[in-house]
């Protein structure tokens, strides 16, 4: 597997009408993309920093992943997300190394990306998604 870049810093919160304010008034950043996954019971908000990308991530069910997170860590960085060329292809490569899967396959995310997580038990804690943009 090789990494492309860093694509996006993943961000849990418990409103994006509470934090957006805070990256676009504070720091001065747009909020270019709204958009709700609904199969992953969350909404999500994009920032561009550089070539690096912000998503803050809110919960649309209690029983979503975003807010058990927020229950037992509270609001804070949730995941590193990378590009890679191939998410199926690497995915098959980082098991065979031993890290344990959250994703057996590739499934669509936010901005139309292929994704798949890394269970962060085999990752030093940092759950770890790995993104593949199929419309390049």
Request: proline share 2%; hydrophobic share 40%.
């Amino acid at each position: 597997m090789k990494v492309q870049k860093l694509e996006h810093i993943g961000i849990a919160v418990s409103s994006l009408d509470e934090a957006i304010p805070y990256w676009e008034n504070v720091l001065g950043l747009k909020c270019y993309n709204i958009e709700e996954v609904a199969d992953q019971k969350v909404k999500t908000a994009f920032f561009k920093v550089g070539d690096i990308k912000i998503e803050l991530l809110e919960s649309t069910s209690e029983e979503g992943t975003i807010a058990k997170f927020i229950e037992k860590k509270g609001q804070g960085v949730h995941h590193l997300a990378f590009a890679v060329d191939n998410v199926e292809d690497a995915l098959g490569d980082v098991e065979s190394k031993g890290i344990k899967l959250i994703d057996k396959a590739p499934r669509l995310g936010a901005e139309g990306l292929s994704i798949a997580f890394l269970h962060p038990k085999s990752t030093f804690g940092v759950l770890t998604e790995l993104c593949e943009d199929k419309n390049k």
